[in-house]
């Protein structure tokens, strides 16, 4: 079982559409959680992070958290073309590095 | 404030030969990450240096690869020699110090590295 898991998609959803993204870990002691998109060609941007179960939202973007069932997803909404991209969640390892623990990435494309 | 710089931007190099990737985190982030992502791979990390020492470096390949950081500042990955398997882009982050496990991790722009 991989560390962090995500569909890999392609997930394509209409301009303007609620665009779901979900990713689930495994270690249970994980407090931290970020989303970062990539566009092709390029490094992955931090857009959101979340620690504490519930939502939380800035923008466009919401992030949802469920510790219980270790799970954590991004919901992007009134998506834009200019939000396809891939979109990773990476988990920092609880470890004396913190080191990142990424999924495969969820690749989007938003239909004008 | 300035974002994290690597140089180069691509490099294309023959197996055998050595190459010397460079990266500059965030003024005033002691936390420097080392990642790589290979064709059709997840991201995976290499190492962690906090400032000048190496936290972490679990994630290196094998003894090819050699990490510094001079003064807590740049960092550079040196690989010697090359492999074709060593062909990947190579991510440099940086990250505050304090609750690291919070500390948000700001990507550079990456090295392309091709070893034919």
Redesign the interface.
């Known amino acids: 079982q991989k560390e962090v898991e995500q569909n890999s998609g392609p997930l394509s959803v209409p301009e303007g559409a609620i665009a779901s993204l979900n990713c689930t870990y495994s270690d249970r002691g994980s407090?931290?959680f970020?989303w970062?998109r990539q566009y092709s060609g390029?490094?992955?941007?931090?857009i959101m992070?979340i620690?504490s179960n519930g939502d939380k939202e800035d923008g466009r973007f919401t992030a949802q958290l469920n510790k219980a069932s270790q799970y954590v997803s991004l919901l992007i909404r009134d998506s834009q073309p200019s939000d396809s991209a891939t979109y990773?969640c990476a988990v920092?390892r609880?470890?004396?590095?913190?080191?990142?623990?990424?999924?495969?990435?969820t690749r989007l494309l938003v239909r004008p | 404030e300035a974002g994290v710089t690597q140089f180069p931007s691509h490099s294309v190099i023959e197996k055998g030969q050595t190459v010397t990737l460079r990266c500059d985190p965030i003024s005033g982030h002691d936390n420097l990450?080392w990642?790589r992502r290979v064709m059709g791979?997840?991201?995976?990390?290499l190492l962690?240096f906090v400032k000048e020492s190496k936290?972490?470096e679990s994630?290196m390949p094998n003894n090819r690869f050699l990490a510094e950081r001079t003064g807590g500042t740049y960092s550079t990955l040196k690989v010697q020699p090359a492999e074709l398997e060593d062909s990947g882009v190579y991510?440099c982050?940086s990250s505050r110090s304090g609750r690291?496990?919070?500390?948000?991790?700001?990507?550079?722009?990456?090295t392309r590295l091709t070893v034919l």
Request: charged share 20%; glycine share 10%; net charge neutral.
């Open positions: 407090q931290s970020f970062y390029k490094s992955p941007e931090l992070s620690y990773l920092p609880m470890d004396s590095s913190y080191k990142l623990i990424f999924g495969s990435g | 990450y990642y791979k997840e991201i995976k990390f962690h936290q972490d994630g991510f982050a690291a496990f919070k500390n948000e991790q700001f990507f550079g722009p990456g």
